[in-house]
């Protein structure tokens, strides 16, 4: 009956949240719609998902988002882990490494946590 459509973060600089998003996990821009006063863009990844990523960007915020304990995340799944584990080591954005699990996570621009997992 339901199906997944896409998840949203706040995002305090839209320019710089897009080009990590395309340099770090290859999303690119699906869709944008500027509203006046913010701006929502949605990001899909070149397998085709129905799921997406939608960025909002407030024209009136004045400071980054205060994210608390950041006890939430989004997971993305990659059929070379080791080089995109090279990758994002590269862009040092790694924060996080769970090497017994054969996980990692690298932190955005605004301090969300994303899981890379393999395939």
């Known amino acids: 009956m339901f199906r997944f459509a896409h998840n949203n973060l706040n995002v305090f600089d839209l320019e710089r949240s897009l080009k990590f998003y395309r340099d770090a996990l290859d999303l690119h821009e699906v869709s944008r719609m ?3 006063d ?3 863009v949605y990001l899909g990844d ?3 998902s129905h799921h997406q990523l939608e960025l909002t960007w407030l ?3 004045t400071e980054p988002y205060n994210l608390g304990d950041n006890e939430f995340h989004l997971a ?3 059929k070379d882990f080791d080089e995109a584990h090279a990758r994002h080591k590269k862009m040092g954005c790694i924060c996080y490494e769970n090497e017994d699990m054969g996980i990692y996570f690298i932190e955005d621009p605004d301090g969300y946590w994303l ?3 393999p395939e």
Do not use: Q
Request: hydrophobic fraction near 45%; proline fraction near 0%; charged fraction near 15%.
């Open 34 to 36: 500027n509203c006046g």
């Open 38 to 40: 913010f701006i929502l």
């Open 46 to 48: 070149s397998f085709g």
């Open 59 to 61: 024209a009136d915020r």
């Open 76 to 78: 993305f799944t990659t």
């Open 115 to 117: 899981e890379v997992l």
